[in-house]
């Protein structure tokens, strides 16, 4: 099986930066898709970006320009730099890892991130 641990998240004032990282452990190809998802108070969760074969990236048109997504293949981590961060970008970031091998979706646990003056 797989495990997602996040961490990076926390209180930002707008126009600050954050950087989220999972660290994943268990059978991982580096073929398979990460994603990044958020969830904000009220509203249902969406995708933010998505990183396949350690190389191939998309973003939401909310995020494209200010968010980064990477991966490091030797550790198993993937990261979400997040820049120019707007009130909006407050919610909670969940990690997801799309298994080629066990044919399942895996989930972090969430990070909190705030962004407010």
């Known amino acids: 099986q797989v495990q997602l641990v996040e961490s990076g998240g926390g209180l930002v004032q707008p126009g600050g930066s954050l950087r989220l990282s999972c660290a994943a452990s268990?059978?991982?190809?580096?073929?398979?898709?990460w994603g990044w998802y958020r969830q904000a108070p009220g509203e249902q969760r969406e995708l933010v970006a998505t990183?396949?074969?350690?190389?191939?990236?998309t973003y939401s048109e909310s995020v494209k320009g200010r968010f980064t997504i990477s991966k490091d293949n030797a550790k198993n981590t993937v990261y979400l730099q997040m820049n120019s961060l707007k009130p909006e970008d407050t919610a909670v970031y969940y990690c997801?890892?799309?298994?080629?091998?066990?044919?399942?979706?895996?989930w972090g646990q969430g990070t909190q991130v705030t962004v407010s003056s």
């Open positions: 997801n890892y799309r298994s080629s091998y066990y044919v399942r979706d895996y």
């Open positions: 990183i396949t074969n350690g190389v191939t990236q």
């Open positions: 268990g059978t991982i190809f580096s073929r398979d898709t």
